[in-house]
């Protein structure tokens, strides 16, 4: 082919997949913000306005320099070592797993306070649905800050407050809340003359930090249960895979599937056969990303057939897959495991939904109508009910029509 037409074909087949109607299940809320709100959320540190020169967006990541008057400023914030973190966010093509989470120390010091929690919700919504994502489950920790006034339960409805505010689309967010008219799969960019709004399911699922005691923990999945009929639906185990003990969570995941939560679990992001051993023994509803199996231990997954949330470009990013052609995606796919598409953290990795259907296109020659089928079969995993569900695929049975000619 040449290049001219090749240039045309990844144009045609990237637009497929963002027209392609998508099921997100891992979406970590910090890790989904936008550049430009992390920079305008700087800016409102008060006497930071010059030093903001310093501040630019080199290839959709963000690069500081920081000047000592910065890391004074956000002093007051938190606690981080700025020498540390700057050549982490200097790193453009990778960074390993450890550098993330000093990132992500230093976006939840910006973004750890009520208004700024409920604008990033918001945004996190309108960014998806652009991309004509429909379902989205969107995780996050509840956090702590005696010095805002947060609690944990305050954090929660901020995050709520955000998924309420969204206008440019009609957010589905109580639980029990679903449409009996079809949604519409018009893609946003063709939405000019549709007078019917576009609409998109929103749930919530809880996330434990690694770094939480038993009785934080305990607190999440309490919080859970209490929130149940405000769009909560599940509870995820996440952070730092080289922080914590399996033991400190197992209290509050015990006491989740006690009470009917629906878990999702990040597994084998590093080798840890104990840890990944006990999960597999626990048997969630879900894992994600599963990089560091050994064996025994994939076929003990393939046989219990847990749904995996499958996360490219964030394994690749941080060495959890030596590349894109040799991600385990395709040893699951072949063995036709189910599994979902996702993002994990689409701020910090750069990345869309459609852009991981796009790469799972190239990488591994998938057609449309496999791709559709992935798109199909995400919604067998969705931890909201079965109107749900049925909502879902009335409505890609009808964009089945318009996409697969
Ligand atoms: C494990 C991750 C993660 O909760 O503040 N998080 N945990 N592995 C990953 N792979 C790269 N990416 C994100 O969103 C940010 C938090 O999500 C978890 C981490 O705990 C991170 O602090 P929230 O909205």
Redesign the pocket.
């Given at each position: 082919m040449d290049t001219e037409r090749k240039v045309a074909a990844e144009k045609e087949i990237r637009e497929w997949c963002v027209a392609l109607p998508k099921v997100e299940l891992h979406a970590?809320?910090?890790?989904s913000v936008r550049n430009s709100t992390l920079l305008s959320v700087l800016s409102t540190i008060p006497h930071l306005s010059p030093l903001i020169s310093v501040v630019i967006v080199l290839s959709g990541l963000l690069v500081l320099d920081f000047p000592a008057e910065l890391a004074k400023q956000l002093g007051d914030r938190g606690v981080i070592v700025f020498e540390d973190v700057k050549d982490v966010i200097m790193k453009a093509d990778g960074r390993s797993?450890p550098e993330?989470?000093k990132l992500?120390d230093l976006?939840?010091m910006l973004t750890t306070d009520h208004d700024t929690v409920t604008r990033i919700a918001k945004e996190v919504v309108e960014d998806f649905a652009a991309e004509n994502v429909v379902y989205l489950e969107i995780?996050?920790?509840p956090?702590k800050n005696a010095a805002k006034g947060m609690t944990k339960r305050s954090y929660v409805d901020a995050v709520i407050r955000g998924l309420k505010a969204v206008e440019s689309v009609d957010v589905l967010f109580d639980s029990n809340l679903t449409t009996s008219e079809p949604l519409s799969c018009t893609p946003m960019t063709e939405l000019d003359n549709d007078t019917r709004k576009k609409k998109i399911y929103v749930r919530l699922l809880l996330?434990i930090?690694r770094r939480e005691t038993t009785s934080a923990a305990l607190d999440t999945v309490n919080l859970a249960m209490e929130m149940k009929d405000q769009g909560v639906i599940g509870i995820d185990l996440?952070?730092?895979?080289v922080v914590g003990e399996w033991e400190t969570y197992l209290p509050a995941l015990q006491h989740a599937k006690e009470l009917g939560i629906p878990i999702t679990i990040?597994c084998g992001?590093v080798p840890n056969r104990k840890e990944i051993q006990a999960v597999l023994d626990f048997c969630p509803q879900r894992l994600g990303?599963v990089c560091c199996l050994n064996d025994d231990e994939w076929k003990q997954l393939k046989s219990l057939k847990i749904p995996i949330e499958i996360c490219l470009t964030?394994n690749v990013m941080?060495g959890g897959a030596p590349s894109l052609e040799l991600h385990h995606f395709a040893d699951l796919y072949n063995a036709r495991h189910p599994l979902s598409l996702c993002t994990?953290?689409s701020g910090?990795f750069s990345t869309s939904l459609s852009n991981e259907y796009y790469l799972v296109a190239a990488t591994f020659g998938l057609s449309k109508s496999e791709l559709f089928q992935l798109a199909q079969d995400a919604v067998h995993f969705v931890f909201a009910d079965d109107d749900v569900k049925s909502s879902l695929r009335r409505m890609l049975k009808i964009a089945e029509k318009r996409l697969m000619p």
């Open positions: 970590h809320l910090n890790g797993l993330c989470f992500f976006f939840h995780r996050t920790t956090k996330s930090d996440s952070g730092n895979p990040h992001e990303h964030s941080t994990d953290d910090l």
